[in-house]
Structures are given as structure tokens and as C-alpha cells.
């Protein structure tokens, strides 16, 4: 092996390494939420904590999505230092997941799926699945703002807040890792290739938006049936990109993890459900 191969192959693993570890404390952060020392506590905390006073009294509008967006960012990125023993089991599940799962990818994408109809239906689906994640948020809003309904018109805005931190940090990852769509090279699927420019398979946008959407809407409207249509729906989506030859198994697997974790960080940090203002449905 030469060394700029073993360069190019060390800088690899750091990425993914890197990309993981983000995956990990964003994981860490679904599952306890920011506590008493951020913007926004949780409602676990003491009754006379300060920021939950402030959350149950405040309204979410529209005009505080730039604000929100910008700290949602700061702690998106930093989640990795939050890492400690008690929450630290769940990233490194994830972890060693998506290594498996990287692992197997070309056997999988060069093996199956190789119907161009079934591939050109499978696409077909998976867009009009995000078109209705991505169009649901915007009817909540505009039904719950037209009927004066505040659980509903959080809802939306905090659906949209999550779809736009979660491409942001899928983008981010897309530009680091340059990674091959399946129908180049037999579906090896390889990484750091400049010539993918902006195309980058890994991860996939489409499971980003997907699960950030179902993941906020889903925790806002906990029932049963609502549970199971948002993830269906957004399971439909991650199946599709594979089937339609879009993605890698591994590309799907960060794309869900990644809107999944980051819609319940939105909710838990600013939902006014998550602080029982609203009693969810």
C-alpha cells in the first residue's frame, strides 16, 4: 500500500469516525434531552428552575425559528462532549450498526435490486412520501394558525425546524464524505471521490427529511395510530431509497438515525407537550 493510499484510507476511517461520534452524541441527546443548564430545560427539572417557567409561558412563532436554528446547530455539533457512561450505550450500538452495515453494502447492492422498473417505482414512492413530510408540517401550521390551535401550529414549525437542522448536518457530512451513489463503480460504494461533487450518497437526504418530520410529529401526537403511520411512512422511505438503487443500506441507516435523533432533540428542547402545556392527543 502506498503512502497516500494509507493516507486516503486513514482520513477515511477519522471521518467516519468522526461522522459516527456526531451520530453518537446526537443519540445521547435524544435519549436525555438538554438539561437545566441550557436554553431550554427539561421538565424533570426543579419546579422552580427558571427556563422551564420561561418555557411554559412562551409561545413558538415562526419569528423564532433563526434563533432556534442557530442554537439547535451549536448544540447539534457539540452533542459529542456530552458523551458519558450513563448515555453512552445507545451511540455505541449505533456505531458499531453502521459499521456492519458498511461493511455489507456492496454484497448487497450488487447482488439485489437490479429491476430498472422496480428501481424507477421505488423512487417514484419514496418522493411522494417526503413530498407529504414535507408538505404535512406546512398544513398543520396553516390549519392550526387559521383555527387558532397552538398544539398544532407548534407542531409544524418545530417539524420544519427539525427538517432544516437535520439537512444542514446531512450536508455538512455529504461534503466530508464524497461518497459513490450504488450504480457507479459495481456499487462499491467508495468514499472521498471529488468527482460526486454535490451527489453525495452518504447519508441519505431523503430518510433525513423523512424521519426529522415523522420524529416530531409522532412525539407531539404520541398515540398508537399516529406512531405507526409517521414511521411507516418514514420506513417506507428509507426501503425505497435502497430498493430504488438511490443508496446504500449504511446511507439509509444514517439518514434515519440522524432525522430521527435530531426531530426528538427539537421536540424535547422546545415542544410545549414535552412541558405539558398541551395535553398531546
Not at 73 to 81: E, L, M
Not at 109 to 127: P, R, Y
Not at 215 to 227: D, H, R
Request: aromatic content about 6%.
Amino acid at each position: 500500500m502506498t503512502a497516500s493510499a494509507r493516507s486516503r484510507r486513514s482520513c477515511r476511517l477519522a471521518i467516519l469516525c468522526s461522522a459516527a461520534l456526531l451520530c453518537g452524541g446526537l443519540a445521547a441527546y435524544a435519549q436525555s434531552g438538554p438539561r437545566s443548564s441550557s436554553p431550554a430545560a427539561l421538565p424533570n427539572d426543579p419546579p422552580d428552575a427558571p427556563e422551564v417557567q420561561q418555557l411554559a409561558t412562551e409561545t413558538i412563532s415562526v419569528r423564532d425559528l433563526p434563533r432556534n436554528l442557530l442554537h439547535d446547530q451549536a448544540a447539534i455539533w457539540t452533542s459529542p462532549a456530552r458523551l458519558n457512561e450513563s448515555n453512552a450505550i445507545g451511540p455505541a450500538a449505533l456505531v458499531l450498526a453502521t459499521t456492519v452495515v458498511i461493511t455489507t453494502d456492496h454484497e448487497v447492492m450488487s447482488s439485489h435490486f437490479q429491476d430498472k422498473s422496480l428501481n424507477d417505482h421505488a423512487s417514484t414512492a419514496a418522493n411522494a412520501l417526503v413530498g407529504g413530510f414535507v408538505a404535512t408540517p406546512a398544513l398543520m401550521f396553516g390549519v392550526g394558525h387559521l383555527r387558532h390551535n397552538n398544539h398544532a401550529e407548534e407542531t409544524g414549525i418545530l417539524a420544519a425546524e427539525a427538517v432544516a437542522d437535520s439537512l444542514a448536518v446531512s450536508e455538512v457530512i455529504k461534503l466530508v464524505s464524497l461518497r459513490e451513489r450504488p450504480p457507479l463503480n459495481d456499487a462499491r460504494g467508495r468514499f472521498f471521490q471529488t468527482s460526486v461533487g454535490f451527489d453525495s450518497s452518504f447519508p441519505s437526504n431523503h430518510t433525513v427529511v423523512a424521519w426529522s418530520s415523522a420524529s416530531v410529529i409522532a412525539s407531539e401526537y404520541n398515540g398508537t395510530l399516529t406512531k405507526l403511520t409517521a414511521y411507516g411512512f418514514a420506513t417506507g422511505v428509507s426501503v425505497a431509497r435502497v430498493v430504488g438503487r438511490a443508496h446504500f443500506p449504511s446511507d439509509v441507516l444514517v439518514g434515519s438515525a440522524v432525522g430521527w435523533m435530531i426531530g426528538r432533540y427539537v421536540f424535547r428542547r422546545h415542544s410545549h407537550s414535552y412541558s405539558g402545556r398541551f395535553s398531546v392527543q
